[in-house]
């Protein structure tokens, strides 16, 4: 349920994580939907527990298997140790990031110390980062971006795209407290991505789009001539919400209409608002009113 929703009300995901504590052997459930999930809904404190439950189940699990399971020589090639590996990570790292987002780093520098299988760039970055200097960290993650870029030669390297796709993330971070929409929108629109590529990705709807929509908005306003023209493909994206439907649209793009125009307002109403603003078209039935401010 958590990978499939786009909006996350406190209450839902406080429900589903209750319901995941309660049953922990049945239930399984990616570290990547509960950190999402959690800050999302501003309840990182209820995806820390989860998180940490997690940990010290798989903990126990391994010690009882090493103490009553059959003996099994350990391999670097052994896949069931690299998804054991992988897994930790995967959690440690989604750990990491329900900290940061409440600004704890002194667990954050914990946590990456002590995690084996990371570059040391990251680390390095998270001390940077944790010291406010924020400039610093966004070299430190461009680096490691550039150094360690995800190529056919490492695709069989699933930790270092977990690392990957942290660096992405601190690095838009970064950008954003140095109000540094030209790298933040570089790094965001790689590869062919467009505002409906985001949104078609639950994973990148969650994570980029917020930095995306916030980029290309401040480059739209504030931005050189070459740059404001650069964003047209937020224009379309905003003005292609209100399009009203005829007759020759099919009805599932109609719904796909009335679902982002629903999402967007509710997640983005001041951002729709300032481009509307912008565009100086005060009759548009998105701009927010007093009524919709205070609610």
Known sequence: ML????????????????????????IQISAQYI??????????????????????????????LNTFGPLKKKLKSDPDLNSQLYKKIDQWLELAKCYRSLAN??????????????????????????????????????TALEQYPLT??????????????FWTQSM?????????????????????TTFDTL?????????????????????????????????DDLCQFFNNLSTNSNKT???ANVETTFVKRSYIEK?????????FLYQKDFDRKYLLNRSDISE
């Open 267 to 275: 997640q983005y109403p001041f951002e729709l608002a300032t481009f």
């Open 105 to 142: 780093y002194d667990d954050v520098r914990g946590i990456f110390s002590q995690t084996p299988g990371l570059k040391s760039i990251t680390l390095r970055a998270i001390e940077e980062e944790s010291h406010a200097d924020f400039l610093l960290a966004l070299n430190s993650y461009v």
């Open 152 to 165: 056919d030669e490492t695709a069989n390297d699933p930790i270092l795209e977990l690392e990957h796709e």
């Open 199 to 231: 949104w078609s990705n639950a994973h990148q709807l969650n994570y980029l789009m917020p930095y995306a929509i916030r980029a290309k908005l401040k480059l739209l306003i504030a931005g050189n001539e070459k740059e404001q023209l650069e964003q």
């Open 35 to 64: 950190s999402a999930s959690t800050i999302a809904s501003h309840l990182e404190s209820v995806g820390i527990l989860t998180i940490e439950y997690f940990i010290r189940l798989n903990q126990m699990n391994e010690s009882n």
């Open 172 to 192: 838009l971070n970064c950008c954003n407290q140095l109000n540094n929409w030209t790298i933040m929108s570089k790094h965001i629109f790689i590869d062919n």
């Open 3 to 26: 990978s499939q929703s786009e909006i996350f009300y406190p209450s839902f995901v406080a429900a589903i994580l209750d319901i995941v504590l309660s049953k922990p052997e049945q």
């Open 249 to 251: 649209v099919a009805t």
